[in-house]
């Protein structure tokens, strides 16, 4: 489960790049974080895994305060960046196993963890092999296998499916979807409106660093029209733009 009340976000040159975010996601939920470039989506999710502090406003993850209890958080998540960022000088091995040590995560689970993540994203044979050769498809699985090596409860992905393969994105999907009807929780972040629609079970938009509409797809249609995921998007955020823009003239 997962929490956010009143999360606000002030960035030091005075950019409010998260406006009084309120937001809850159930245990057992798939949920979709759209918006456009810069609307506060990886703020928020950088927030929520502890790397940035909010400048108000309180976030919980199955129970936990990411204030007092960072340590508690950060197990109980399965963090993946929205850039695979990894240590170019080991291994894919060495890398996984280094956060499978960092996780406490047993040898006897580790290594069947590490066999079906490996055969899921079609990583066995590449693994051995210098991280710095990887392609960014590559750094990506690698960074998604040792993100779910310690299987937590609470997967908090930031555009996951970048630079995955046609395979490897199914595999992912697969992946989020049973985690969920496990009775876990998945939060993630997409440009990709076509897989939210297909995968969410609810879907929050967020623009100009504030939630502009959450809910199942039919909830944003509001019950009266059949509209694409798309199509509200692009209806929702031009409505926060023009109001934005009305605002500031004010």
Known sequence: MIELTGVTKIYRS????????S??????????????NGAGKSTTIKMMVGLLEPTSGSIKIDG???RT???????SIAYVPDNPDIYEKLTGIEYLNFIADVYDVPSHLRQERL???????DMTNAIGGLIEGYSHGMRQKTVLIGALLHNPSVWILDEPMVGLDPRSAFQL???MREHCDQGHTVFFSTHVLEVAERLCDRIGIIDRGRLVACGTLEELRHGQRNESLEELFLQLTDEETVQGAQSEQQ
């Open 23 to 36: 937001l809850t996601v159930q245990s057992g939920e798939l949920f979709g974080f759209i918006g456009p």
């Open 173 to 175: 999907k697969k992946m």
């Open 14 to 21: 005075g950019v409010k790049a998260v406006d009084n975010l």
């Open 69 to 75: 209890q960072p340590l508690e958080v950060k197990k």
């Open 64 to 66: 936990y305060d990411i």
């Open 115 to 121: 066999n079906y993540l490996l055969d899921a994203f």
